[in-house]
């Protein structure tokens, strides 16, 4: 079912794995710090989507905390192997993973992983969220005074973003906004926040200011491109959580579940547009 390629100079397009055997050292800075990044893309029918924008953001965050990671073309070939192993399916997750590698060894530890579309992921593709507003704890503007925290980075400390995640689940919501202690809409943690405004038959997409501290996403980058060749304005915050109210629609999108559509913000209603959730959701299937 899933299926592991390492990025391994001696194989030229990666060396598989068995996923059901242990393969990673237990002092891989990895899994013991949590020191590395990673993306998780989506291939339908075989092929990856975004796979650019992905590499290109795996190599910010690479930057950012100063890993050396392995070259583009060498990726592609360890997701073709990886997909190739896998055999064909209508949807899987690419997993890309680099680790500062095992400790004291110096190279960082880089591998691929496919595996099925979880059927919990597929049962919530479209369905409405119940959402709540959490407090990150940082001020929108931290990411430039602190480039230590690693806010624009994927990085596999994702911790935190799981325990809000559960937090919402305890309280009965299904997913997180975060915002900062200046107040403005953050990002959800495992996915970007946009609204639309319609007026005067004008319609307007609008995602928070990406230079507060929060991941550029893969899936808000290609919607913005197909959404202005359809005619729409595009706008970066910055957003507060009034701006989510006075909307004509609230989502959160990411690469695997896609769009889904916020019913609600900390039990209160918000604007909902089936009409404009289908044609988002029509643009953003139209982008590979
Ligand atoms: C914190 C965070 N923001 C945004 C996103 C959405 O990014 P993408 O659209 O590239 O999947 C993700 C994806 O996992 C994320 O973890």
New binding site residues.
Partial sequence: MTVLVFLDPDYDDGRIADASQPQLMATDLGATRGDGIF???LAVDGRPR?VQ??LD?LASSGVLLGLELPAADSWQRAIDTALREAGPADEQVVKLVVTRGVEGAGAPTAWVQVSPVSESVRAKRGRGLAVLLLERGYDSTVAQRAPWLLMGA?TLS?AV?MAAIRHAHEQGADDVIFTSSDGKVL??????VLIARVRDGGKELITPQLESG????????ALFAAAREAGWKLGYGPLVPADLFESDGVWL????RLLAPVLSLDGEPVSVSPALTAELSELVASVS
């Fill in positions: 993306e998780t893309l975004k924008a992905h953001r994927k994702y973003n990002e959800g943690p495992t996915s970007t929060i991941l550029p996403g893969t899936s808000q980058g999108i990411s690469s695997v």
